[in-house]
């Protein structure tokens, strides 16, 4: 009986650790990166430019923030360098630290192995990424709009910066293997289709990630866009805003005319001011999203109103007791 149950007990430790290696060794398991050659033109630079700025936000996180100012706008001569960091006091699973994306770090990578990277996670050594970085959502892009942000990093000016190597806590550093997937690329709407148009730009924006609460690291889909996802700042809570056009807690008695007033006031230089000592900031980077096209903003609007709405009150800062 004994021997019975040693020999089970073998088997079972033999199976976790197959698994465990399968975990960390055979996956990520996405398509390599595809052969291509970007031609970046001038019309292909200033889209990358556009996006990179102010929809998918790429230098939000891989340039330097001043969080002495509300919204933590990007500091000059910063834009590409990384760094940016997302620990454990955050909420993170681990440290984790944004790449430099400059032509100093990107300089000896391919078009293909940036494509992979941004819309599957996967770098061009075959390691996954964490995804503070939404590319499940990136990987809906339209190739066209991948190609102009690959443009836009190759022109940026190269900054000399190494960063620290990310780290994972267990069990994450196992998950996170599982995480990338394929690329499934949407074919970017005409403008004039107001509502497909804005949920495809919702989509690439990844509004979804900071406005869903989340539930043992994942996000509850039945409260997509409600709000209430909290993030640690250093002195007090921020929780995002319910997006969703529930009339008493959402947006759902926003006009078009109010919806696009509250983008384009951090315009202002005034509206990112110096943080009183009894504000707690936001990640929400309102002075990059300012830049968006009037039109794209309508047409996150028109589509946001067609989803479901969620009754759902959100304190969107809590100053920390000291």
């Known amino acids: 009986m004994k021997k019975i149950l040693l ?13 465990a290696g399968y975990l960390k060794f055979a996956l990520p398991d996405v398509e390599p990166s595809p052969d291509i050659t970007i031609t970046a033109t001038a019309e292909r630079i200033a889209r990358g430019d556009y996006l990179a700025n102010h929809v998918t936000v790429c230098m939000d996180c891989h340039s330097t923030r001043d969080w002495s100012r509300f919204t933590g706008p990007l500091l000059p001569g910063t834009l590409g360098k990384g760094g940016e960091y997302f620990g454990r006091e955050m909420g993170f699973p681990g440290d984790f630290y944004s790449k430099n994306i400059t032509p100093q770090n990107l300089g000896n ?11 599957t996670g996967v770098d061009k050594n075959g390691a996954a990424l964490f995804p503070v970085m939404p590319y499940i959502h990136y990987g809906k892009m339209d190739k066209e709009d991948v190609y102009g942000i690959i443009a836009y990093l190759r022109q940026l000016p190269a900054i000399n910066s190494s960063t620290p190597q990310s780290n994972a806590d267990f069990p994450m550093n196992f998950i996170i293997n599982t995480i990338p997937v394929n690329a499934v690329p949407m074919e970017r709407p005409a403008k004039t289709n107001l509502v497909k148009y804005g949920e495809y730009v919702t989509t690439i924006a990844a509004c979804i990630e900071c406005h869903t609460p989340v539930k043992k690291g994942q996000l509850i889909p039945e409260l997509a866009y409600a709000g209430g996802r909290e993030f640690q700042m250093p ?49 929400m980077p309102w002075s990059m999203y300012a830049g968006m096209d009037t039109t794209d903003l309508k047409a996150i609007y028109a589509y946001l109103k067609t989803i479901k709405p969620i009754k759902n009150k959100v304190e969107h800062f809590q100053l920390q007791a000291k």
């Open 109 to 119: 990578w391919t078009d293909g192995e940036i494509y992979r990277t941004i819309t």
């Open 7 to 19: 020999i089970s007990l073998l088997i079972i430790v033999l199976a976790i650790a197959g698994f």
């Open 235 to 283: 002195n007090g809570m921020l929780r995002s805003a319910n997006i969703t056009p529930d009339a008493e807690t959402g947006l759902g008695n926003w006009t078009e005319d109010v919806f696009i007033a509250r983008f384009k006031v951090y315009s202002d230089s005034a509206n990112v001011a110096k943080l009183a000592a009894n504000q707690v900031n936001t990640i």
